[in-house]
């Protein structure tokens, strides 16, 4: 990326919001530990971390134990209501379509995300869950934030895997 377009995204973020989205990374990174797909998850509500959570999907051998419904999960039961609509949400892979509606419906306020998933994006990729005007709820989107520190998790990840796959043949 271009210095110039790093500064623009930069700008738009605070210190605070680095520091948050490197808890997500650092969430992602015990998820690949794991043997998880490595995505993080971090809310926080008045600049107060209320949950950090990393995908579980192959621990529970339940395909919904995404982070970020793992997330909501957990900072609503900490929160005690059924919604969290002061919340901001920062995570490092775009949310599916199952993770923009979960969301849209927790009334979350704010959603910082690092790396695009076009294969299965809900937020920008493929769809706008969390902006659609026929929903009761639209979410503040911000994109890109320590993109790349993201996406090499991912490519590592996916590279292992293939290699493990190679092997076994």
């Known amino acids: 990326m271009e210095r110039s377009s790093i500064q623009t995204i930069e700008k738009q973020?605070?210190?605070?919001?680095?520091?948050?989205?490197?808890?997500a990374i650092e969430q992602a990174k015990?998820?690949?530990?794991?043997?998880?797909?490595?995505?993080?998850?971090?809310?926080?509500?008045d600049n107060q971390v209320v949950s950090a959570r990393h995908n579980e999907v192959e621990?529970?051998?339940?395909?919904?134990?995404?982070?970020?419904?793992?997330?909501?999960?957990?900072?609503?039961?900490?929160v005690g209501e059924k919604i969290i609509p002061d919340a901001t949400m920062y995570v490092t892979l775009e949310p599916c379509s199952m993770c923009a509606g979960s969301l849209?419906?927790?009334?979350?306020?704010?959603?910082?995300?690092?790396?695009?998933?076009?294969?299965?994006?809900?937020?920008?990729?493929?769809?706008?869950?969390?902006?659609?005007?026929?929903l009761n709820h639209r979410l503040i989107v911000q994109s890109g934030l320590l993109e790349e520190e993201s996406s090499q998790l991912l490519k590592a990840f996916f590279k292992k895997k293939r290699e493990e796959k190679k092997s076994e043949n």
């Not at 973020?13 to 808890?23: H, K, P, T």
């Not at 015990?30 to 509500?45: C, K, S, T, Y």
């Not at 999960?73 to 900490?78: C, L, N």
């Open 13 to 23: 973020f605070s210190d605070a919001d680095f520091d948050f989205m490197q808890l």
């Open 30 to 45: 015990i998820a690949f530990d794991n043997d998880e797909v490595p995505v993080g998850a971090i809310i926080v509500i």
């Open 59 to 78: 621990a529970t051998k339940n395909a919904t134990a995404h982070a970020e419904r793992l997330a909501i999960d957990e900072a609503i039961s900490k």
């Open 104 to 134: 849209v419906l927790s009334r979350i306020k704010r959603l910082v995300y690092a790396a695009k998933d076009p294969k299965s994006g809900a937020v920008e990729s493929l769809y706008s869950i969390t902006n659609d005007d026929r």
